[in-house]
């Protein structure tokens, strides 16, 4: 039985990256008075390293202009990461980011038959807090059961620490709930939870591999919708396809 579903945020919940983490990195690069910008392409090709902090300082690595010691990275990527933290927030504050479709409609659907939420994200809680704040309003933390956000989860994706420590927290078995994630690293990571994991693709991963997904699609309300039934079925699939893998392999 389906107990908890598993949000990851960027590119599941919104299309937050392009949007949203992008321009507000640059607006960090501006803010401080640095030449870098990153285009829609690049930042794509940057998403392969998860953690904005983590993400800045692999880019200045290739960087002539960038502090040769790392000791002054480190404290530029620390400050360049703070303000985009802030500008990130102002910008979902102006209503710049929506969730994707059907978002809404499986959160209530769980609200309503008692299903768990709960969130897997290696972003950090402050943007978490905006994001969630601006679709759900400001009583958002009673719908979601847990929160596990950068700072609960340093490890990042595809590393399991995230989903390992959302079931310790609901107190929920792998196999009593689903993950949802936009991402090949992020499907690993729910995966190497144990989890079951459907996927609905974000912009920047239109083309990727998501082997091991329960499913793949463009959004929670392609055609056929995924319902909560569609999800207690994926949950049901994945039970009976590991109890018949692991009856061929014992
Ligand atoms: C996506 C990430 C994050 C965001 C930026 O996380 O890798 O780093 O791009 O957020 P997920 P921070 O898809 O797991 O939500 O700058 O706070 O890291
Ligand atoms: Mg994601």
Not at 47 to 55: A, D, P, Y
Not at 105 to 115: I, L, Q
Not at 137 to 155: H, K, L, Q, S, Y
Not at 161 to 184: I, K, T
Request: net charge negative; with cysteine.
């Amino acid at each position: 039985m389906l107990r908890a579903l598993i949000w990851d945020v960027d590119g599941t919940v919104a299309e937050t990256e392009r949007d949203g983490h992008r321009i507000a990195f640059n607006q960090a690069f501006e803010a401080l008075g640095l030449p870098w910008r990153w285009d829609v392409a690049h930042y794509g090709d940057l998403l392969n390293v998860t953690g904005g902090r983590e993400r800045l300082l692999h880019d200045m690595a290739s960087r002539a202009d960038a502090p040769a010691g790392a000791p002054e990275r480190e404290a530029l990527a620390r400050e360049l990461h703070r303000i985009k933290n802030v500008a990130y927030a102002d910008l979902v504050l102006q209503g710049g980011i929506t969730p994707r479709p059907g978002v809404r409609r499986v959160v209530d659907e769980c609200r309503a038959t008692g299903v768990a939420l709960a969130v897997a994200t290696t972003t950090s809680r402050s943007n978490v807090e905006a994001l969630f704040g601006s679709i759900w309003g400001p009583d958002w933390e009673r719908i979601f059961t847990t929160v596990v956000c950068a700072e609960d989860a340093p490890v990042k994706k595809p590393h399991p620490q995230a989903y390992l420590l959302a079931l310790q927290r609901l107190g929920v078995a792998a196999n009593e709930a689903l993950a949802l994630e936009d991402s090949p690293g992020g499907l690993a990571a729910a995966r190497a939870a144990g989890l079951a994991c459907g996927v609905t693709k974000s912009v920047y991963f239109t083309d990727a591999r998501f082997d091991g997904a329960a499913w793949v699609r463009e959004d929670l309300d392609a055609p056929p919708p995924m319902t909560l039934a569609r999800l207690q079925d994926t949950l049901a699939g994945s039970i009976a396809a590991s109890s018949a893998s692991s009856q061929v392999t014992t």
